[in-house]
């Protein structure tokens, strides 16, 4: 019998007290739970920094992985056991910035997994530079006179390349998180859910309330229609990607669907070794 203790470590956080991080950790477990995936059936892939700790904390199997390295290794993890649910999660430094490369034909290749990007617009780790979704004229560590790039968009961004579940949530709003974290679990493909995650020590800007302030849900259009991925770039566009909820949602063959000579069982169970025929055929391309 499943129970929210059921996805619960024994190891205790150590986020700051107060750091967004916590409602999504409780969020994904609850997801789960109403879900139904057993957790010896998930694997949780995480990346480096405060959001990485998330593995460690989520009763199930775990990766804790290299910095921007999160997508790849839960991509592998999905094509060896097809019967794995598989959860990628990182923060936006790890995500947009050195992974950003991933995260694009992770989106285009439709692997069926999961990641969450809790996403606090600085580095909270390291104590607080601009991060690649610092907003223009956020005065941080590293642009003490104000951010001027660009930020990354990840929801336009996830859109653009392919990816066919992209939904936005608020770690202030636990119950709307948690409905959008769950539909993205049980979308078969690639879904990406960006979570306005505060990180309420390094960063004074983007706070509880700020976030509460300028966010809409997008379920509050009755018109809208989140497979029509035109209307998804023109909200994103008219509320500067301030918006929760599901944003686009379509079907396609999933990346391992398509991978010739993939067997569906987990390639834990398949015997790979060669027979000598086929050893002395391989050695001969070789020689
Ligand atoms: Fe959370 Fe920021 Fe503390 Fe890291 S530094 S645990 S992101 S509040």
Not at 18 to 30: M, P, T
Not at 64 to 84: D, E, F, Q, S
Not at 137 to 153: R, S, V, Y
Not at 172 to 197: C, L, Y
Request: with cysteine; glycine share 10%; proline share 5%.
């Amino acid at each position: 019998m499943l129970s929210l203790d059921s996805y619960k470590a024994s190891q205790r956080p150590t986020w700051c007290p107060g750091c967004g991080d916590f409602a999504v950790l409780a969020s994904l477990q609850k997801a789960s739970l109403n879900v139904g995936v057993a957790p010896e059936d998930m694997v949780v892939v995480s990346g480096i920094g405060c959001s990485g700790k998330i593995s460690q904390h989520f009763g199930s199997y775990g990766v804790h992985t290299l910095h921007g390295r999160v997508l790849p290794t839960a991509a592998a993890v999905k094509v060896a056991n097809r019967n794995l649910t598989v959860i990628a999660a990182g923060g936006d430094g790890d995500g947009f910035g050195i992974g950003v490369g991933h995260f694009v034909h992770a989106a285009r290749r439709n692997v069926d997994i999961t990641y969450i990007v809790m996403d606090n617009h600085i580095y909270g780790l390291t104590t607080g530079q601009t991060s690649p979704t610092s907003e223009p004229g956020h005065c941080t560590k590293t642009h003490p006179e104000g951010a001027f790039e660009e930020p990354i968009h990840p929801l336009e961004l996830a859109i653009t390349c392919g990816a066919t579940f992209v939904g936005q949530a608020f770690a202030g709003d636990p119950a709307g998180m948690t409905r959008v974290v769950e539909q993205a679990i049980r979308h078969k493909g690639f879904s990406m859910v960006n979570i306005f995650s505060p990180c309420v020590t390094f960063n004074k800007r983007n706070t509880y309330a700020w976030f509460k302030e300028v966010l809409t849900d997008v379920s509050a259009d009755p018109n809208y229609d989140c497979t029509n991925k035109a209307a998804a770039l023109a909200k994103l566009e008219e509320s500067a990607e301030h918006i929760t909820g599901v944003l686009y949602q379509v079907n396609k063959k999933t990346y391992e669907e398509q991978l010739p000579n993939l067997p569906s069982s987990p390639l834990t169970g398949v015997d790979l070794r060669l027979g000598s025929e086929q050893f002395e055929h391989l050695l001969q391309e070789f020689r």
